[in-house]
């Protein structure tokens, strides 16, 4: 259809792309830019674009992955998908969500939920906002810069920034804070959705160990990936490794802490 762009070397370079699978001198593939995957039964399911790429938290995210993923809830019947932020600093994701006509008691909880059981949790969106319909630009495509700020999320999105209320809290709410390199983190916000992974979490378990004399296992660790979570598992792992001192040790470390 073309052999490249007029006049345009480092585009035509980008775009057109030599073709491994072919003998043939010169001969290319055109990039469109197109998102797609194999699935089992050997179709080709459509993703998105890969410009709708996002970088969130050190994480790399297709935007159109979410979006198929998200469609898939018989309840949908569309969605949109955007990282937004709207306060500086502090970037989401957000879904927007036209329902079935019979699905409109569909909830952000269930899609959460949905979602959460096919992808990973720094892929779940921070807010659904439910929508009549998509807005549309004069080509017919999503206006995306249309889409509103999802206020309806407001009141979920201060429980999750929700400030340490104990000791423990706090000190763990520090701890998140140098490993994960932010500079404010909610108790009931989780880990691995603000950028956490496995090797992050060893470093937490570690500044655990030391702060608090508790061992903590990464299994504890991924069933309590929130900081209000964490910090009753490691007060119960505190409170059973007490009961099970004698009572001279307990007088001994009472002595100690006096």
């Not at 055109?30 to 050190?58: M, P």
């Not at 017919?140 to 999105?157: C, M």
């Not at 992050?200 to 570690?206: C, G, P, S, W, Y």
């Not at 991924?222 to 490794?241: G, N, Q, R, Y």
């Amino acid at each position: 259809m073309a052999r490249g762009y007029l006049n345009r070397p480092e585009l035509t370079a980008e775009k057109f792309i030599p073709n491994p699978f072919s003998q043939e001198p010169g001969s290319r593939f055109y990039k469109t830019g197109d998102l797609a995957r194999w699935r089992a039964d050997g179709d080709i399911e459509y993703l998105g674009r890969i410009d709708n790429q996002v970088k969130l938290r050190g994480h790399r995210i297709e935007l159109g992955e979410i979006e198929s993923a998200l469609a898939r809830h018989p309840a949908v019947r569309e969605c949109v998908v955007l990282a937004r932020e709207d306060t500086p600093g502090d970037k989401r994701l957000a879904a927007y969500v036209v329902a079935e006509p019979d699905q409109a008691g569909v909830t952000a909880g269930d899609l959460r939920d949905f979602l959460k059981a096919r992808l990973p949790g720094y892929m779940v969106p921070a807010a659904f906002v439910p929508l009549d319909t998509l807005p549309l630009n004069g080509n017919g495509k999503v206006d995306r810069k249309a889409l509103p700020v999802p206020e309806l999320n407001r009141a979920e999105l201060n429980e999750l920034s929700a400030s340490p209320c104990t000791p423990t809290e706090t000190a763990l709410a520090e701890i998140w804070r140098d490993v994960l390199r932010i500079e404010r983190v909610g108790v009931r916000e989780n880990f691995f959705e603000l950028g956490g992974h496995s090797l992050l979490m060893t470093q937490v378990i570690l500044r655990v160990r030391d702060a608090f004399q508790a061992e903590l296992s990464m299994r504890t660790f991924f069933e309590s990936p929130t900081i209000a979570e964490l910090s009753v598992a490691i007060e119960e792992l505190l409170a059973e490794e007490i009961s099970q001192l004698s009572d001279e040790q307990v007088q001994r470390l009472t002595h100690s802490a006096v």
